[in-house]
Structure formats: structure tokens, C-alpha cells
């Protein structure tokens, strides 16, 4: 399933990763251990979603692991919300640096791409200018050797006609 599809709609999102955290909430609450699956959810959701849609969907993932984790009722204390709070910046974090992780290896594809651009041209230019010094170094090799060679027969014709037209 491509990430271009996921990118289009977001019912299709919805669609997507809804039924995978709806499993995710379930094993949360039977068992905490579960919760070694947001080491795979969080970066999926970003690898699959641009960050303005992955965002509001990571919250959401935090959400369950929160009410989850708390057993569905949670006890609204300061305790309850500093952990909410810090469950919500860490996942905030956790999304920009995944974002800023895929924006620098798209970046890197594209210069990989311009890259192996660039060595083909080079690569042509280096066959033509192989060519071309190959045509000079002919060029100079027929005048060196062919036309010696016709200077001196045309030499040799002028001194047996000189020679002949004197005797």
C-alpha cells in the first residue's frame, strides 16, 4: 500500500491505521506490555502520513496508550495530566524527528538522482572528447606518414623527371 494513497484521503487514513489501533488498545488492556508496539505505530504513522496529518494521528495513538495504560478510566490528578503532558511532547518530538528523518533521506534521493545525472553527462562528454582526440591523433598520424609518403614520391618524380629531360 502506498504512501501516495494514504496521502489523498484522509478517510482512506482512517481506514488504514484505525483498525490496527483499535487491535493496539485491545492488547493494551490486557496486557501492558502492548505497549512495546508504539516503538513500531509511531514511526509507521509517520513513514506512511505527511507530518500535518501524522501529527494529529500520533496524538491519538498517545490517547490510547494513555486511557489504555490507565484502564479506560483514568484518575484526573496532576500527576494524570503532567504524565498526559509529557506523553504528548515526547510524541510530538518523536514526530518531528522521524519527519526530519524522512525529509533528509528524500533529499538525499534526489541528490542521488542528480548525482547519477551528472555522471552520465560526464560520462558523454568524456566519450566525445575521447573521440575527438582520437580523430586528431589519426588526423596527425595520415599527415605524418600518408603524406611524407607523397611528398617524397612526388620528390622522387620531379628528380627522374628532371633527370630524364636533361639527357
Not at 518523536?94 to 533528509?104: G, M, T, V
Not at 533529499?107 to 555522471?119: D, G, H, P, Q, T
Not at 611524407?148 to 620531379?158: D, M, R
Amino acid at each position: 500500500l502506498g504512501r501516495e494513497r494514504l496521502y489523498r484521503s484522509l478517510p482512506f487514513s482512517l481506514g488504514y491505521f484505525l483498525p490496527g489501533w483499535a487491535l493496539y488498545a485491545v492488547l493494551l488492556d490486557i496486557h501492558p506490555v502492548a505497549n512495546a508496539l508504539a516503538a513500531v505505530l509511531y514511526p509507521f504513522t509517520f513513514s506512511m502520513l505527511p507530518t500535518r496529518r501524522a501529527l494529529p494521528f500520533s496524538l491519538v495513538l498517545t490517547a490510547l496508550m494513555f486511557f489504555a495504560g490507565e484502564g479506560w478510566s483514568p484518575t484526573i490528578d496532576a500527576g494524570t495530566i503532567a504524565s498526559a503532558a509529557l506523553i504528548t511532547i515526547s510524541s510530538a518530538m518523536l514526530a518531528l524527528f522521524i519527519d526530519a528523518i524522512i525529509r533528509q533521506s528524500e533529499e538525499r534521493k534526489r541528490l542521488i538522482v542528480e548525482l547519477e545525472a551528472a555522471r552520465e553527462s560526464l560520462a558523454r562528454a568524456e566519450r566525445q572528447a575521447g573521440m575527438l582526440e582520437e580523430r586528431q591523433r589519426l588526423a596527425q598520424e595520415i599527415h605524418d606518414t600518408v603524406a611524407q609518403g607523397f611528398v617524397g614520391i612526388v620528390t622522387n618524380l620531379e628528380a627522374a623527371e628532371a633527370a630524364l629531360g636533361t639527357g
